[in-house]
């Protein structure tokens, strides 16, 4: 019996799966024509290019380390 129960229950999340992408994948298709949206021109921008730069990883620091609670053993 148990078995049988994995077995449909594995199908139902099959079939739930397989359901969800087929609706996912309705959605991409062919743009309709008309809807062309004009974006504004953009003017008087500095562009930068961004590169990596290495860095120091690791820093110094002075002080005392406390415990927050205390335990008597």
Same mark, same amino acid.
């Given at each position: 019996?148990?078995?049988?129960? #994995? /077995? ?6 099959? !079939?739930?799966? /397989? ?11 062919? #743009? #309709? ?25 690791? !820093? ?14």
């Amino acid at each position: 019996m148990n078995g049988v129960t #994995k /077995i449909s229950s594995f199908g139902v999340l099959a !079939a739930a799966v /397989i359901l969800s992408m087929v609706v996912g994948l309705s959605a991409c298709g062919e #743009k #309709k024509q008309g809807t062309a949206v004009s974006r504004p021109v953009v003017q008087g921008v500095e562009v930068a290019v961004v590169r990596p730069v290495p860095r120091e990883t690791t !820093a110094e620091a002075l002080g005392t380390v406390r415990a927050r609670t205390t335990a008597a053993v």
